[in-house]
C-alpha cells in the first residue's frame, strides 16, 4: 500500500477552517483514502473516505485532484472538541484489509 | 447499538507477569482486528481474524504473544510473560467485511509494565 506524509502538527483558532493535506505518490489504482480521527484516550473513528474529486459529509469534505497523488481534509469551523489526531490511509478496495497508520497529524484548536 | 467493548481499560503489571486483554465486537461483525499503538504512533496491527479463523497474524510475536477467537465473536489477547517494551494501548477493531472495510475501534486497553 501506499505510504502517506501529512504535517506532524497543526494550530488552528476556533472557527476557522482547518485543511490537512496528506501526499500519497503510489496510489494505486484500486485504492482509497480514508481519513480517521482519534481523541486521547479512545480508539480512531472513521471520518471520510473518497477515490476522487470531492466527497462531503457532516463532519469533513475531503477533496482528491484527479492525479489522486495527495488530498486534503478540510473540517468547517473547527471547534475545540475537534483537537484530536487525523490519520490519512490509503486501503485497498478488497474489503477486510488491515489499516497502515502512520503517525498522522494532531490538530490544535485554541479559543 | 454498542460499540466495540473491551476490557480492562487500564492494566498495570510487573514484568514477566502474564495479562489478557478481552474485545467484545460490534454484533454481526466477522472481521476482528487487535492492534497496538504505542505513544505518538499510529495502531500497529497484530491480527486479523474472519470469524474465528486467524487470516492475518504475520505481526505477532508468537514467542509470548497469542489470541483466541473461539465462537467467531468475542477474542482474547494474551501475553505471558509480558516485557517492559510491551507499555501500549491494545485496540480492538471490527468491520463487517465484504466490500465494507470501514472499522470500529473500542476505546483500548492501557498496558503498563512495570
Known amino acids: 500500500l501506499a505510504k502517506t506524509t501529512q504535517p506532524i502538527s497543526m494550530d488552528s483558532y476556533e472557527g476557522q477552517e482547518v485543511n490537512i493535506t496528506c501526499s500519497h505518490n503510489n496510489i494505486a489504482t484500486n485504492d482509497y483514502i480514508t481519513w480517521y480521527q482519534q481523541f486521547p484516550s479512545q480508539g480512531p473513528r472513521f471520518i471520510i473516505q473518497g477515490y476522487k474529486t470531492k466527497v462531503t459529509n457532516e463532519v469533513a469534505s475531503l477533496f482528491i485532484p484527479a492525479d489522486r497523488k495527495s488530498s486534503t481534509l478540510s473540517l468547517p469551523r473547527v471547534s475545540l472538541s475537534d483537537t484530536a489526531v487525523y490519520y490519512c490511509l490509503v486501503v485497498r478496495n478488497s474489503g477486510n484489509t488491515p489499516l497502515v497508520f502512520g503517525k498522522g497529524t494532531r490538530l490544535s484548536v485554541i479559543a | 447499538e454498542a460499540g466495540v467493548v473491551q476490557s480492562p481499560r487500564y492494566k498495570i503489571i510487573e514484568k514477566k507477569q502474564p495479562v489478557a486483554f478481552w474485545c467484545n465486537p460490534i454484533s454481526g461483525h466477522n472481521t476482528l482486528y487487535w492492534y497496538l499503538q504505542n505513544l505518538g504512533q499510529g495502531p500497529e496491527l497484530l491480527i486479523r481474524y474472519e470469524n474465528e479463523e486467524a487470516v492475518d497474524d504475520s505481526q505477532l510475536p508468537k514467542d509470548r504473544f497469542s489470541a483466541e477467537r473461539l465462537k467467531g465473536v468475542d477474542s482474547t489477547l494474551k501475553i505471558q510473560p509480558a516485557e517492559l517494551g510491551d507499555s501500549a494501548v491494545y485496540l480492538c477493531?471490527?468491520?463487517?467485511?465484504?466490500?465494507?472495510?470501514?472499522?470500529?475501534f473500542g476505546p483500548g486497553t492501557r498496558l503498563t509494565v512495570l
Open positions: 477493531a471490527s468491520s463487517l467485511g465484504g466490500d465494507n472495510n470501514e472499522q470500529f
